[in-house]
């Protein structure tokens, strides 16, 4: 699944004003501090800071809605206090760091640069400005305030660990590692950092999975070393068994695509499903996985100890988590075990390292015998695949292969540049330059930027490929996106990060996808999809046969196969396990049913 970090700055809200001076404000201040804005906002409406204008709470309550995503009321809050004399440098950063998140980012730039300009030695400002330049796209410029906030606070580590955002952001991952290694050097338990420097693990093809796994291990351990995990229920609560599902991608996205097929199959006298929602953000998606949902539990701004009391109340039997180390992961909440049986699932692809996650689901193609040695969870087998994909709503009937009138081949990828580091791009070459005429079709997001693409041209030009043989195109809307398939005779695969959405989708569309499999479920993801569609003779384990098998998928003689697989390839979909919703929705409620029994067993 193409997922990577939302390089979402969580930044350390500043004291605005004096101490709070009364035992409700330091509470409330402890609150805020210690993620939990619920309990804050509630002390401070209780003390009625609103009614008595007090300066300090104020601001407090302020901060509190902005953590809990209710925007208009924060800024409606610190514009208040802008009328305050003495106030307009504290207010000016907080407003301008919640206007960033609420995606009024120009906005939020105007007041950040006027803060910066007014008290330029105050952390907070410089801190705050860099997270607004990173929203905007000024990576440069995002850095160099970043930098400025380590040097007035180098005991923090926020402010390497927006720095190593913005590395990342421009795909320098050696940085951008150095920048998080920073971080958790002074704050082991930094969540957002551990998060970041695990995923970016993926794009570096020099790591294996076991050194992956010793990573995560290690930073898993420091994060647990720092919370207390819960005590266990002494016996389950009669009926149906209690599932939570915790994720922050509840919403248009890889991980709302593939619930959204298989969850309405789910027999509600065997699994009684919960979920746990930490996105800030709703929409369509986000309402028709509801449906499936006897209980909904929005959890936005509540801190993990909350959370993790909140599923324990419920009397979750298994709790499985869908990010891993992506953003709104609830890995701080699992880490305090509030459900017997924990299991990581289908947001992410490799071991979190936590202790306290029993098992990750997996399948027979994408964990093969042996690879279990790649993860400190459990790994259970679903019999086919360890994820189903709802058939994309509103797709195009495929087309016949464009290469039979065109007279050339089109390749393809649809893939994040992140993915496509230097050594695919210089096997690419090996494919592109023996075929006459061939081109190129590289479309992802990063190229809306001119300078991302005068980047990736030089890229492409350092690897062989000459800008006269490449199509790059910025990102379309959703059916444009399917369309594009029209045009397209085959994909070439990224590695070691094998695309998996993208793939799928492009099966759907009767396009196949050239992968190139190696040790690891991240490794296998385009292998385990292509071989699920009975689609064997694309999987290659080497450079020399990757290169190979696309010369003859691109020969004469493997465009006539070519072009009778794409006539066939949907309804070779609609039966296979990749997007047999009704056969998964079985697979997947077994597996837990018989995961739950051995637990029991095991007592």
């Known amino acids: 699944m193409n997922r990577r970090p939302r390089h979402h700055l969580t930044v350390t809200v500043g004291q605005a004003s004096p101490k709070p001076p009364s035992d409700p404000l330091k509470a409330a201040e402890s609150a805020l501090q210690h993620g939990d804005p619920v309990r804050a906002a509630k002390l401070l409406h209780e003390a009625r800071v609103e009614g008595q204008g007090v300066v300090p709470g104020l601001h407090l309550l302020a901060i509190a809605m902005a953590q809990l995503q209710r925007f208009d009321e924060a800024e409606s809050l610190w514009r208040r206090l802008l009328t305050v004399p003495g106030q307009e440098k504290a207010v000016l950063s907080n407003l301008g760091r919640m206007l960033d998140k609420a995606g009024r980012s120009e906005e939020a730039l105007s007041l950040l640069s006027r803060a910066v300009e007014l008290s330029p030695d105050d952390y907070f400002a410089q801190l705050n400005l860099g997270a607004c330049l990173h929203t905007t796209g000024h990576y440069a410029r995002s850095r160099e305030h970043c930098l400025m906030a380590a040097r007035l606070r180098p005991d923090l580590a926020q402010p390497h660990f927006n720095l190593g955002c913005a590395w990342e952001a421009e795909l320098d991952f050696e940085q951008a590692r150095t920048s998080y290694d920073k971080a958790l050097a002074i704050d082991p338990a930094h969540q957002e950092a551990t998060r970041n420097r695990l995923f970016l693990e993926h794009f570096l093809p020099e790591l294996t999975p076991a050194q992956r796994l010793a990573h995560a291990i290690e930073r898993a351990d420091a994060l647990c070393r720092t919370v207390t995990r819960l005590p266990l229920p002494r016996q389950r609560r009669p009926g149906p068994l209690r599932v939570g599902l915790l994720s922050a991608d509840f919403r248009t996205h890889p991980v709302g695509w593939f619930l959204s097929g298989f969850l309405r199959h789910i027999d509600p006298a065997m699994l009684q499903l919960h979920a746990f929602n930490n996105g800030p953000k709703s929409d369509d998606m986000t309402a ?19 959370v993790a009391e909140a599923i324990a109340a419920q009397g979750i039997d298994i709790l499985i988590e869908l990010s891993g180390m992506t953003a709104g992961n609830g890995l701080g909440v699992l880490a305090r075990k509030p459900a017997p049986i924990q299991i990581s699932w289908l947001g992410y692809f490799s071991s979190t390292g936590l202790p306290t996650i029993d098992w990750v689901l997996a399948d027979p193609l994408c964990v093969p015998p042996g690879e279990e040695v790649f993860f400190r969870e459990r790994v259970w087998r679903l019999p086919h695949s360890r994820f189903c994909m709802a058939p994309p709503a509103d797709a195009p009937e495929p087309n016949p292969l464009p290469a039979l009138s065109q007279g050339f081949v089109t390749l393809a990828s649809f893939q994040e540049l992140a993915k496509l580091n230097d050594r695919v791009l210089a096997l690419w070459s090996q494919v592109i330059n023996p075929l006459p005429g061939a081109r190129l079709r590289v479309q992802s997001a990063r190229l809306a930027k001119r300078e991302e693409r005068k980047r990736f041209l030089r890229r492409l030009a350092a690897a062989g490929i000459a800008a006269d043989r490449c199509e790059l195109l910025p990102p379309a809307t959703r059916a444009g996106y399917l369309r594009a398939h029209h045009d397209v005779d085959f994909i070439l695969d990224s590695f070691p990060y094998t695309g998996g959405t993208t793939t799928s989708e492009a099966l759907w569309m009767g396009v196949p996808t050239l992968t190139l499999a190696s040790p690891g479920m991240l490794e296998r993801q ?19 046969d990757y290169v190979a098998r696309a010369l003859f998928h691109a020969s004469p003689q493997g465009l006539r196969a070519l072009a009778a697989t794409r006539r066939a390839l949907r309804e070779r979909c609609r039966v296979s396990p990749l997007f047999d919703n009704q056969r998964f929705a079985r697979d997947w409620t077994q597996a837990l049913l018989a995961i739950q029994a051995q637990h029991l067993s095991s007592q």
Do not use: K, M
């Open 288 to 306: 028709h996985l509801r449906t499936a949902f006897p209980v909904w539990n929005d959890i936005v701004g509540q801190g993990d100890a909350a």
């Open 526 to 544: 385009g292998e385990a999809h292509l071989r699920n569609v009975g689609l064997d003779d694309w999987v290659t384990h080497s450079e020399r």
